[in-house]
């Protein structure tokens, strides 16, 4: 798969002449490319000595099937579960299987499509793959040189969808790969909730995932991405939205399948008066590892940023928060915060936070604050002393722990199956009888409730 | 009618031994108030009969209706019948006052139908206390004031009905109107359901608004003098350290010696 191949299969892909063109481009440099390993800083800790990316086999255009074809309406329980919603999209191992979009959103030029099919092409063509190209690694050339089209939302100037896009990827097929793309562009003074659910069933895969969101001046995305692949899938994905001036993202993201996950979640403030909230949940079990990278990328003056990711882990299983705040020259009056907070719930668990800021301007505020350790031995006597068990009492505190990002979630119906989604793997807490030590398993990170430098930089 | 007893019970903290000796025992409907000055044991004692961590307990007895309560862990106390309510109660975020009584009926082997309606009776009973209905949306004591966490506290006893409540220092931050709400309250459980109480304070003014039927002197880990409410008059008029002079016992249990740093030079 990465030996960039003949071109043969970037033609038989389909799509538009450009698409085919980005996917010969990409064939072309897979061969040159010097694949990652824990040695650089932008993959330490992660597993990726652990991947052998020429194991996994993409898929070929006859078993992918030809664009345009629907054969998937409905979207099941997955669909079923995020409420009313104004559209959808299924996406099978990277090819979109089915789209719908309310008729009077369509009348009004909003668009629910696949990239390598749909009628106007010229915001597919003007922004796909830009923002990849603009923060590229190994993955995101594999996945141009293999990606079929994807999702594409188009919503325009001054049309606010108000509930939400549902788009739905199920992956599939041990040994093989998939290469799902998302494409959300807002245009001006547009607004629109955009909710992804990434999804696999216990198969050795790999999904090498790229997703771009385009918010143009004064538009607002409200964003939401669920993983939930099987345990033996590998997912590494890029997340990245460029935002044009006073515009505004508020995304999130819960991690709770794979194997391997990581997630690079990446905002560019470009306009001024932008603002971006990122957020996310994580509840790592098993021999998993959750591995996020951040990027807070403030370009533009008086822009103003937020994170606030928060994770468990039990049994054997790691995460990786990573984040940086970029404050360039001209981002003066910018405004960011970074907060990633951590529980470790068994001896065998693992937790790594690195925050990291860089400061290119001199009129700035930002804080940040990390934290990695187990319960709270206070909380606990608190609860158990009401007679409530210990294991319940863990469970409260750990649900209770995600509340406050559960609660900022922006598709409220989907807060309860996610809710319940954590409180089973809380649930199984005990299976492997190892408690935590009393104290801080602070790895990197400082101790529990610890907050790390602020100020004026 | 249940009775809850503590015979000879003795405790060290960090091994140092804070309770020598304590007797008590409290029946149904009865209000016991133990007082005592800093150091005296009275919080270590609360959180003995609770089972906290870190507390060894080293000779003595906790029964409720003969059942003995230091064989029990912690949360099987409360459903044993004994409830504490904290002194300094702990934030739980994201977890709200609903959440946390929901867990802990749905524990116990009670009758179907118990947890029906629970928010309204959690709502009701936070209105006769005067608690803001928003303080029920929050995690529990999540920036909650003196007055309201102390409240929040008198409203977990109340909808959990135990058969005996520990007080440790429920008066401590409350301010005048708020004590009188918080103490009727707790009087009226006691005269309506029969909780018996222990409340352990600093001062007497908790006891001008939950009269006691006994008040007990706990000095230097050990109870040192019982009487009727008139004795917490007493110990009000003439302090205790004269009650300790006349009594010729100690005040305060020293405080333990700090604890060794592992890392501190050796000095060798």
């Not at chain 1, 959808?88 to 789209?99: A, I, K, P, S």
């Not at chain 1, 692949?229 to 997340?239: E, N, R, Y």
């Not at chain 1, 690195?354 to 606990?380: F, Y």
Request: glycine share 12%.
């Amino acid at each position: 798969m990465n030996d960039g191949g003949d071109g043969e299969q970037a033609r038989a892909l389909g799509g538009p002449d450009w698409l085919v063109a980005r996917r010969e481009a990409a064939a072309g440099r897979l061969a040159e490319i010097a694949w990652p390993t824990p040695a650089e800083e932008i993959w330490r800790y992660s597993r990726i000595d652990e991947l052998d990316v020429g194991r996994y086999r993409p898929f070929t255009a006859a078993e992918l099937g030809a664009p345009g074809r629907d054969d998937a309406p409905g979207g099941g329980v997955l669909a079923a579960e995020a409420g009313p919603r104004a559209g959808l999209v299924v996406v099978r191992d990277g090819r979109v299987v089915h789209t719908e979009l309310r008729p009077d959103l369509s009348a009004a030029g909003a668009l629910t499509c696949d990239v390598a099919t749909c009628a106007d092409h010229r915001h597919a063509e003007r922004w796909f793959g830009t923002l990849a190209d603009a923060s590229p690694d190994p993955f995101t050339v594999l996945h141009d040189a293999w990606c079929p089209g994807g999702a594409f939302i188009h919503v325009p100037a001054g049309v606010v969808v108000t509930e939400p896009i549902v788009v739905l990827h199920w992956c599939d097929g041990d040994g093989r790969a998939s290469f799902p793309h998302t494409l959300v562009v807002l245009e001006d003074g547009a607004g629109a909730t955009v909710v992804e659910r990434f999804a696999s069933p216990k198969v050795d895969h790999l999904a090498d995932v790229v997703v771009e969101c385009v918010v143009g001046e004064g538009a607002h995305l409200r964003y939401l991405s669920v993983q939930e692949h099987g345990p033996a899938t590998w997912s590494i994905a890029l997340q990245r939205a460029h935002l044009g001036p006073y515009a505004r993202l508020s995304s999130s993201a819960v991690a709770l399948g794979g194997a391997y996950a990581r997630l690079r979640t990446e905002a560019r403030l470009d306009g001024p008066g932008a603002e971006s909230d990122l957020l996310a949940v994580y509840f790592g079990d098993g021999d998993q590892m959750l591995d996020f990278r951040t990027l807070q990328d403030h370009a533009a003056p008086r822009t103003r940023s937020d994170l606030l990711f928060k994770g468990a882990v039990e049994d054997h299983a790691a995460s990786v928060y990573s984040g940086l705040v970029r404050l360039r020259p001209g981002a003066q009056r910018a405004e960011a915060g970074q907060t990633n907070r951590n529980l470790v719930l068994t001896e065998g668990a693992h937790a790594e936070s690195i925050p990291n800021l860089e400061i290119e301007a001199n009129d700035v505020r930002c804080s940040h604050a990390s934290a990695v350790g187990p319960v709270d031995e206070d909380q606990r006597y608190y609860l158990e002393s009401r007679g409530i068990p210990p294991a319940e009492a863990e469970r409260l505190v750990v649900l209770g722990f995600f509340e406050d990002v559960f609660a900022r979630l922006p598709v409220p119906a989907l807060v309860g199956p996610l809710r319940r989604a954590v409180h089973e793997k809380v649930g199984h807490l005990h299976r492997s009888g190892s408690r935590p030590p009393g104290g801080a398993r602070a790895a990197a990170g400082p101790a529990p409730g610890a907050t790390g430098g602020g100020g004026r930089g | 009618m249940s009775r809850l007893a503590i015979l000879g019970l003795a405790a060290r903290v960090r091994r140092q031994e804070i309770l020598r000796g304590v007797d008590l025992e409290v029946g149904s409907g009865e209000v016991h108030a133990l007082m005592g000055p800093n150091g005296s044991g009275k919080s270590t004692l609360a959180h003995v009969l609770a089972g906290r961590p870190g507390y060894e307990v080293t000779a003595g007895s906790v029964t409720v209706d003969g059942v003995d309560l230091l064989e029990l862990p912690t949360w099987r106390r409360a459903q044993a019948g004994l409830l504490l309510t904290h002194q300094y109660p702990v934030e739980v975020p994201g977890v709200r006052l609903v959440d946390l009584l929901e867990a802990a009926l749905a524990a116990r082997e009670l009758p179907a139908g118990a947890l029906d309606r629970l928010g309204e009776r959690v709502a009701a009973e936070a209105e006769r206390l005067g608690m803001p209905a928003e303080l029920l949306a929050r995690g529990v004591n999540v920036e909650f004031s003196g007055g309201e966490q102390k409240r929040a506290e008198t409203l977990q006893l109340a909808v959990l009905a135990p058969a005996f409540a520990v007080l440790d220092e429920i008066d401590s931050g409350l301010d005048v109107d708020a004590l009188r709400t918080v103490g009727a309250r707790i009087g009226a459980l006691v005269a309506e359901t029969g909780l018996g109480v222990l409340a352990i304070t600093h001062y007497a003014r908790l006891l001008s608004v939950l009269r006691p039927d006994r008040v007990h002197v706990l000095l230097a880990g050990r109870v040192v003098r019982s009487g009727g409410p008139e004795l917490a008059d007493e110990v009000e008029r003439i302090g205790y350290e004269r009650l300790a002079a006349e009594l010729g016992v100690e005040l305060a249990v020293p405080p333990p010696p700090p604890e060794r740093d592992p890392f501190a030079d050796p000095g060798f």
